[in-house]
């Protein structure tokens, strides 16, 4: 089992509606979960962190944390072209980041 | 602030070759990590530093080697490169206390290609 999982799709979802990217972990420790984004042949950016149990919201992204679960999850709300990307799923684990393979999202005008 | 920097943006080895992949933040961030990622993969990490003089271990360190001489400077080393180790290496760093640690900074990348 790896330790960040996410499926790799590629996702398409239609312009303006909201997207949803979801992240499965192993290690039921970890404290600290993180979303990046990663545009074609550009670095990793972040996108938000979540710490907490519930949902966490900035503009149009809102994170989901259930620990219970074992899943984090990220939705794109109002989806924008602009937010055509990879998007990493990343763990906090022993002060490392551990990353998943990335989710292709397109977002068809 | 140029934040973090990475030299060179792209380099073609030849099986066997040598070569130092150059990273440098200022931001004067005590942590500093390399990772690579190849196709449709998310990132590894190969090596971190958590300070001047000190570093460790990754999930995928065989084949490299590091060092930190100053709070800037964070070099990746490349012995006797092999067609496994074409990817494109990421620098990263972050602060060093409380949560805010646990934001990484990343450079642009190098892509390597080993022939």
């Known amino acids: 089992q790896k330790e960040v999982e996410q499926n790799s799709g590629p996702l398409s979802v239609p312009e303006g509606a909201i997207a949803s990217l979801n992240c499965t972990y192993s290690?039921?420790?970890?404290?600290?979960f993180f979303w990046y984004r990663q545009y074609s042949g550009k670095s990793p950016e972040l996108i938000m962190f979540i710490y907490s149990n519930g949902d966490k919201e900035d503009g149009r992204f809102t994170a989901q944390l259930n620990k219970a679960s074992q899943y984090v999850s990220l939705l794109i709300r109002d989806s924008q072209p602009s937010d055509s990307a990879t998007y990493l799923c990343?763990?906090?684990?022993?002060?490392?980041?551990?990353f998943g393979q990335g989710t292709r999202l397109t977002i068809n005008p | 602030n140029a934040g973090v920097t990475q030299t060179p943006k792209f380099r073609i080895l030849k099986i066997g070759q040598s070569m130092t992949l150059q990273c440098t933040q200022d931001m004067n961030h005590n942590y500093m990590y390399w990772y690579r990622q190849d196709p449709g993969m998310g990132l590894k990490l190969i090596y971190y530093?958590?300070?001047?003089?000190?570093?460790d271990k990754g999930e995928v360190p065989n084949g490299y080697n590091v060092s930190r001489s100053t709070t800037e400077d964070f070099p990746l080393r490349l012995e006797l490169a092999a067609p496994s180790q074409t990817s494109v290496y990421f620098c990263a760093s972050s602060f060093t206390s409380g949560r805010a640690k646990e934001t990484q900074y990343f450079g642009p990348g190098t892509r390597l290609l080993v022939l």
């Open positions: 530093s958590v300070g001047a003089g000190i570093t």
């Open positions: 990343a763990v906090m684990k022993a002060q490392k980041l551990v």
């Open positions: 290690d039921r420790g970890s404290q600290s």
